[in-house]
């Protein structure tokens, strides 16, 4: 995937569990390559599911929906399946795979990547010293509080520097002190590396220093804010 | 402990498919072996005016192996014991030959009653005698013991392979979070499903030294070996092994297939 100038392209975008009851309608917006960009809007209002899409979990059902000039719309397994290793993706219950070491739950999108083993060993222990969670590479998911787990999510979102980070409600359930060092490294990747971050999110942190777009859902349908 | 009663419960159906089918190879062989044995002591009686040999037969019947001239002498002895009276010296100068016809395989009924046409189309044969009613009883039995182990090889084989898919069905569920936490980060199938197909090769393994040496020991059993041996049939230790490489095979297919067809079923996550 190449980092284009708008990596994410929506035309009419229709998205839909059940049939004729649509979640999001009418939306046409863009995301430039390398933004920072937040997605809100009230409860049940269709954030997550809008992110759903983007990950190719949800397939349009009308419009059309661009990543990295991927269109979504008819996308086959496999080339879903080499598309999602240009995305990080973090999640509020950190989706970690709990009989994996920390370690290993960082070196997966390596590990499917097709990295040597030296080279995954190096980049999760580069990795884990920049989310502080150096000397934990033993311990499993379950042995560490909910910060340190979003920060091994984190980690494994960054393993594979990917193209777009796509974050749902990344500090949902986690203290400040956490919550800040998750927003550091989301502008972190950002700023230093470029990476395109797409964050959906109940309420914008007041602190952040990087610029950013902000695009809110009502009724079905995404505006951009600003 | 939960771990252990998950292998068992792939380990169980596929010791069971693993061990019929080993039992139906053994039947086979076995019946294999009886047959040549068979066809080694069975023999045609054929009654000719004129010497035979055997091209000239061969050039009718090609299944023939082998004719051997029963000793005129011999008969003479027979009918002397039976004390009958005539002048033999006269008689074995009228006396027809007669031969023994060893066929190269045991025949079928429908193929002997065939090879008794033909030899009686011969110049010079009088009478073919082929026993047909002791050759018919354990040409029956035989297909029959190949039927029956047939047929119960079926059995386990279907009932097994449900089960094999029912366990790796809950094998998929235990395993279906980490499948979808590796399939959004963009996970080949073999790669979300390579944990199931590892614990289907153990499960392997175990099923497949557990029939060999249940064999093994069966076949070293000194009631087995006699009955065996009564018959001349021998089941070496290389055949046994040999085998053992067919039946891991197989039972890697079925878990492998078994596998696939339930990462399939399970709903796409996209």
């Given at each position: 995937m190449s980092r284009e100038k708008n990596v994410i392209i929506a035309k009419d975008l229709y998205l839909e569990y059940k049939k004729d009851v649509p979640i999001i309608k009418n939306s046409t917006f863009s995301i430039k390559s390398g933004s920072f960009v937040f997605i809100t809007g009230p409860s049940g209002s269709g954030k997550s599911t809008l992110l759903k899409s983007f990950y190719g979990e949800l397939k349009p059902k009308g419009g059309s929906l661009q990543i990295g000039g991927v269109s979504l719309n008819d996308i086959k397994s496999s080339k879903l399946a080499f598309l999602r290793k240009y995305l990080g993706i973090i999640f509020q219950d950190y989706k970690l795979i709990k009989e994996w070491t920390?370690?290993?739950?960082?070196?997966?999108?390596l590990?499917?990547?097709?990295?040597?083993?030296?080279?995954?060993?190096?980049?999760?222990?580069?990795?884990?010293?920049?989310v502080r969670l150096s000397g934990k590479e033993n311990y499993y998911p379950l042995e560490l509080s909910g910060g340190e787990q979003q920060r091994v999510a984190m980690a494994r979102a960054l393993a594979h520097n990917p193209v777009i980070i796509?974050?749902?409600?990344?500090?949902?359930?986690?203290?400040?002190?956490?919550?800040?060092?998750?927003?550091?490294?989301?502008?972190?990747?950002?700023?230093?590396?470029g990476t395109t971050v797409v964050v959906v999110t109940h309420s914008i942190p007041n602190n952040l220093k990087v610029p950013f777009k902000h695009f809110y859902i009502e009724n079905g349908t995404v505006y951009e804010i600003s | 402990m939960r771990s252990l009663k998950n292998h068992i419960s792939l380990i169980i159906p596929l010791f069971a498919i693993l061990f019929a089918v080993e039992f139906y190879f053994i039947i086979s062989k076995i019946i294999a072996e009886y047959e040549v044995n068979l066809s080694k002591d069975y023999s045609i009686i054929v009654v000719s005016k004129k010497p035979l040999t055997l091209p000239e037969l061969k050039a009718v019947e090609p299944d023939i192996a082998l004719i051997q001239e029963i000793d005129s002498d011999l008969i003479i002895k027979r009918l002397k014991q039976n004390g009958v009276d005539v002048n033999y010296e006269?008689?074995?100068?009228?006396?027809?030959?007669?031969?023994?016809?060893?066929?190269?395989?045991?025949?079928?009924?429908?193929?002997?009653e065939h090879i008794k046409q033909v030899l009686r189309g011969v110049d010079g044969v009088t009478r073919v005698e082929t026993f047909t009613k002791v050759h018919e009883k354990m040409y029956h039995f035989l297909i029959f013991l190949k039927k029956i182990s047939k047929f119960f090889l079926g059995i386990i084989f279907v009932t097994s392979i449900m089960l094999v898919f029912k366990q790796i069905e809950i094998w998929n569920l235990e395993h279906s979070?980490?499948?979808?936490?590796?399939?959004?980060?963009?996970?080949?199938?073999?790669?979300?499903?390579?944990?199931l197909i590892k614990l289907s090769v153990i499960d392997t393994v175990i099923s497949t030294i557990l029939v060999y040496l249940i064999y093994s020991y069966l076949l070293s059993t000194k009631?087995?070996?006699?009955?065996?041996?009564?018959?001349?049939?021998?089941?070496?230790?290389?055949?046994?092994?040999?085998?053992?490489g067919w039946l891991f095979a197989l039972g890697i297919l079925i878990s492998v297939v078994n596998v696939l067809i339930v990462s399939w079923r399970q709903p796409k996550i996209a």
């Open positions: 920390v370690e290993k739950n960082v070196m997966l999108p590990l499917i990547a097709g990295y040597s083993k030296d080279v995954c060993e190096a980049q999760t222990k580069r990795l884990l010293k920049h796509l974050a749902d409600e990344p500090t949902g359930n986690l203290d400040e002190y956490s919550s800040r060092v998750i927003w550091n490294l989301l502008e972190g990747a950002n700023e230093q590396l | 006269e008689l074995k100068n009228f006396l027809p030959h007669f031969y023994k016809v060893y066929l190269s395989s045991f025949p079928s009924a429908d193929m002997l979070e980490r499948m979808y936490i590796m399939a959004l980060f963009g996970a080949p199938l073999w790669m979300r499903n390579a944990i009631y087995l070996k006699e009955l065996l041996g009564f018959e001349n049939i021998t089941i070496s230790a290389q055949d046994l092994l040999k085998d053992m």
